[in-house]
């Protein structure tokens, strides 16, 4: 987002909402955090925000922030998968009988 962009987002929340005034420091800092958000999503986020709120927002209430793709989410879900049928074939040992050989040494103690 340019500057130019920020300061009609600012212009356009201190028209909704007449007791917001900007600071100096404020505006700087809007500047620094939008360079890298899109302006038509903030634009959309804002505009929504106006809809439903009667208080000024905040960036982090109208920020569109780019994450990175990755395969986390399938690598967890395939871990979890692992780890259910692992335990499912752990139950599924423990549950069988014991051979009548190994009750002898067992200390396992059966009626």
Known sequence: MTK?????????IESVYP????????????FQFCSEMDYEKVLNKL??????SPYPPTIADIAVLHFEENDFLEALQGW????CDRIKCERNNAMRP?????HEYSTRKFI
């Open 47 to 52: 505009k929504k925000h106006i809809r439903k």
């Open 4 to 12: 130019k962009q920020v300061l009609e987002i600012l212009v356009l």
């Open 19 to 30: 007791h917001c005034i900007l600071k100096d420091e404020t505006i700087q800092q809007w």
């Open 98 to 102: 014991m051979p009548d050989w190994l």
């Open 80 to 83: 979890m998968k692992k780890g």
